[in-house]
């Protein structure tokens, strides 16, 4: 079975930009996660959706925003990027009840000079 | 969201030998989840505990869901070189949904 997968795998982008990453959960997952890291940190939950809904969303600025499409696979975009935008961004898929185990794809680097 | 307390930051070992590594938080989580990351991937997940006091196994990893509810434990038996990675921990509130908190991670190297 495929796993959760992320495109493009690698980005570069200049401050003020924005950018667009996709994710396709695993084949029968209804949410999804999007979470940020930053070298040397843990990932940080940015949102959730399942069923197209925003379920959950951190502590991140308006910037940022997602969408989850029928098919459950999903987008997130970040306009007006600024340096400290350039983070590994994690895809996760979840099982759904009654675990709600997330499983992450492989992720997408994204670099902003 | 929560950031949780992972300890040690990092450890060298010898090939044979046992780690044992832990993630403590002031809030109660409804679940701990232990999670392996290598150079440029995702996070993988090794194990998920449920309930308070649970003792999980999975092979050589063992890792158990505190009394407490705030902390978790990995061991790590008769390491093998291909353990070195990063293994984070993350833990899911209660009555936040299903976001998960990470620790900051342990990373772990391995000498044959």
């Known amino acids: 079975d495929a796993g959760v997968t992320q495109s493009p795998t690698h980005l570069i982008k200049t401050r003020g930009q924005h950018v667009t990453l996709r994710c396709s959960p695993i084949?029968?997952?209804?949410?999804v996660s999007w979470y940020q890291q930053v070298l040397g940190q843990g990932p940080q939950f940015i949102f959730q959706?399942?069923?197209?809904?925003?379920?959950g969303r951190g502590n991140f600025p308006d910037r940022f925003s997602a969408r989850q499409f029928p098919n459950y696979s999903s987008e997130l975009n970040v306009n007006a990027l600024l340096l400290g935008d350039s983070a590994l961004y994690l895809c996760a898929s979840t099982s759904g009840s009654p675990y709600n185990e997330q499983f992450f794809g492989p992720g997408t680097r994204l670099t902003v000079l | 969201g929560q950031q949780l307390n992972q300890s040690p930051q990092s450890m060298f070992i010898q090939e044979g030998e046992d780690v044992s590594m832990n993630c403590t938080s002031s809030?109660?989580?409804?679940?701990w989840l232990w999670y392996k990351q290598d150079p440029g991937e995702g996070p993988v997940l090794l194990i998920a505990l449920y309930k308070a006091g649970e003792l999980t196994s999975n092979g050589r990893l063992t890792a158990q869901f505190g009394i407490t509810r705030k902390d978790s434990f990995l061991n790590i038996s008769a390491s093998i070189p291909s353990d070195v990675g990063i293994y984070f921990c993350a833990g899911q509130e209660s009555n936040s949904g299903y976001a998960l908190n990470f620790g900051k991670g342990t990373s772990l190297l391995v000498t044959p």
């Open positions: 959706y399942y069923e197209k809904e925003e379920r």
């Open positions: 809030s109660i989580f409804n679940t």
């Open positions: 084949s029968g997952h209804k949410s």
